[in-house]
């Protein structure tokens, strides 16, 4: 079968989402025909993705977060009302979808959290199956519990999801723990999508931490950190324009965003550290290395992914990038999570696909 992808494009987390599951449904003889990123421009993308995909590769302006001015945290308001007077290019948008899926008409299309997506599926009537596929989906599920959150907080999450996943949509709710499906909602529950680079993998514990930052602005924090602890060595990555490794001291580098780089030194970390994305998280879970999680500022998405990721006990959270809390051992996660979560990932590893060939 002919399947076309659409793929937020903030962080990484649906591209290497994106990455997986073409590994595997490539691996079973179908084709992704097609890739729609929301995007200003290819430029924007990871080095790394653009090279993995092999596959048409567009990019649609679309909405995002903008960053405060300390580069941490998101302004949610002014997000917004960007959104709201962009709505022109995002019409626009929706058009050169079109255009694409005409020109390379799938099959199946699957949805990334990509909220123009759901709009060309809501607007177009296209007839053909949309699979929305993310953790964000799990908040509909019975098992998921909310961080303490504002209300309007909450409504905003659920609006979100509806605006990406339109009513008749099959979800995909990726789940840190094995739950049941709910098929009267439409919602049906599988691991994360784990990589084939991260599966073939043989972990090892090595004497650094790895750091993973969303934003850049919080690599003020562990510069400090790295200055009044000159043991402990650490390696971060980060999205900053400039050289591909800085060296902020004998114990601190940080590098631009690599694939395998990255994979490379998540392995043979000490412990992994990170704003609160879920797919890295997943990840580093998946090779059993303990995990401290730090929500972006004003993230409604991180916060949920920290809270159900320490339900699962497979991370502590805090909410600045104090090590200490993981190589003092404060606190710390499951080893027995953690095998229970790569037992729930390799026992379904397809499930994802007997969902999608149906």
């Known amino acids: 079968m002919k399947y076309f992808f659409f793929i937020q494009g903030e962080g990484r987390g649906h591209m290497t989402q994106a990455l997986a599951l073409k590994e595997k449904l490539e691996n079973r003889g179908h084709a992704v025909v097609a890739v729609v990123v929301g995007s200003a421009s ?12 092999k596959s048409p590769l567009f990019t649609v302006d679309s909405p995002r977060f903008i960053v405060d001015a300390g580069k941490k945290g998101i302004k949610i308001f002014a997000s917004a009302r960007q959104a709201f007077w962009r709505l022109p290019n995002y019409l626009a948008s929706i058009k050169k ?12 299309f699957v ?40 209300w309007l907080t909450k409504l905003s999450f659920r609006l979100y999801n509806r605006l990406t996943a339109p009513r008749r949509t099959i979800k995909i709710a990726l789940s840190f723990t094995a739950e049941n499906d709910c098929p009267e909602k439409n919602l049906f ?22 750091v993973y930052l969303l934003n850049s602005g919080y690599s003020e924090e562990i510069i400090s950190w790295a200055k009044a602890n000159p043991t402990s060595s650490v390696r971060a990555f980060w999205n900053n324009p400039g050289e591909e ?49 730090i929500p972006t500022i004003n ?18 959270t805090a909410t600045n990038f104090n090590l200490s809390l993981i190589t003092d051992h404060q606190k710390t996660p499951s080893p027995e999570a953690r095998r229970a979560f790569k037992e729930w990932v390799d026992k379904n590893d397809n499930k994802i696909l007997s969902l999608l060939e149906k």
């Open 299 to 316: 993230h409604f998405e991180q916060k949920s992914n920290a809270f159900d990721a320490e339900r699962a006990g497979l991370a502590i």
């Open 97 to 108: 979808i079109k255009k694409i899926v005409t020109e390379f008409p799938p099959d199946i």
């Open 245 to 293: 490794k800085t060296i902020f001291g004998p114990n601190l580098v940080f590098y631009q965003l690599s694939g395998q780089q990255f994979i490379d030194n998540l392995s043979s970390c000490r412990a992994y550290v990170a704003t609160a994305g879920f797919d890295s998280i997943a990840e580093a879970a998946y090779l059993q290395k303990p995990i401290l999680m």
């Open 189 to 210: 529950v599988c691991p994360p999508l784990i990589r084939q680079a991260i599966k073939q993998t043989v972990p090892v514990t090595g004497n650094f931490l790895l």
């Open 42 to 53: 290819r430029d924007e993308l990871p080095t790394f993705f653009k090279e993995q995909i």
């Open 111 to 150: 949805n990334f959290y990509e909220p123009l997506a759901g709009n060309y599926y809501r607007f177009s009537r296209d007839r053909r199956p949309m699979f929305c596929i993310g953790h964000q989906h799990f908040i509909a599920h019975p098992a998921f519990r909310f961080p303490p959150l504002h």
